[in-house]
């Protein structure tokens, strides 16, 4: 089953845009990670938070946490075309026997970024 | 190195027939796990193998479902009895250990006719 919800369900842009997109999850968390899909192929991971994180970046990435709200956003600034993808959060819960690999995804952002 | 790589990249097959679905995890991972996606959905948890051992089963939805890893490194998920309802695609990831993050392969798309 799937953890929670993002939003919204598709985003269509101009390049240079900024693109931000949000995820809702249910459970107590150990992190969480967004990971981007191109054309319903392989996932690439783009960054992990940790629950006691709030803020991290990575290049044209940055991520937030909040925990109280059980959610997180996922901003790309000055977009290009080759951002054009389907993009996931996905969660792993705060447990025993945690594996950063065993993760509960939502159903996805499909960002579309027109040049 | 190479990443994960799976085979086949597609795979059709008629209903009732058995399948075999194979991944090559990064060199040196010792986690290895299987996802299942279905169209305009985000892919769901099958299992997860610490080195040889199934360390996490819970998301294979029947008893038609079955995976292996005997030597720790390539995996197979097996398909018994195939029905319509298994088309989707098929992940794999591996990471180093299980508190580091997992790289998916390409995947299989599977298609029961």
């Known amino acids: 089953s799937q953890q929670g919800e993002e939003d919204p369900q598709a985003l269509s842009i101009q390049e240079g845009e900024n693109a931000t997109m949000n995820c809702s999850y249910k459970?107590?968390?150990?992190?969480l990670q967004w990971y981007r899909q191109n054309s319903g192929r392989g996932l690439v991971h783009l960054i992990l938070?940790?629950?006691?994180?709030r803020e991290k970046h990575s290049g044209r990435l940055r991520v937030t946490l909040d925990t109280s709200k059980k959610s997180s956003s996922l901003l790309i600034t000055a977009s290009r075309a080759a951002d054009t993808a389907s993009y996931f959060c996905?969660?792993?819960?705060?447990?025993?026997?945690?594996?950063?690999?065993?993760?509960?995804f939502g159903q996805g952002t499909i960002l579309t970024v027109h040049p | 190195g190479a990443g994960v790589s799976q085979t086949p990249s597609n795979k059709v097959t008629e209903k009732g027939k058995y399948v075999e679905l194979r991944c090559d995890p990064i060199?040196?991972?010792?986690?290895l796990y299987w996802y299942r996606q279905s169209l305009g959905q985000g892919p769901e948890f099958l299992i997860y193998?610490?080195?040889?051992?199934?360390?996490?089963d819970s998301g294979l939805p029947n008893d038609r479902f079955f995976a292996v890893r005997p030597e720790g490194s390539v995996s197979t998920l097996k398909i018994q009895r195939t029905e319509r309802g298994d088309s989707a695609m098929y992940l794999c990831?591996?990471?180093?250990?299980?508190?580091?993050?997992?790289?998916f392969g390409q995947g299989t798309r599977l298609t029961v006719v």
């Open positions: 060199s040196g991972h010792t986690a």
């Open positions: 996905a969660t792993v819960p705060n447990a025993g026997g945690t594996s950063y690999g065993k993760l509960t």
């Open positions: 990831a591996s990471s180093h250990d299980r508190y580091t993050e997992a790289f």
């Open positions: 193998f610490q080195g040889t051992g199934a360390a996490d």
């Open positions: 459970t107590s968390i150990n992190n």
């Open positions: 938070i940790r629950s006691n994180e």
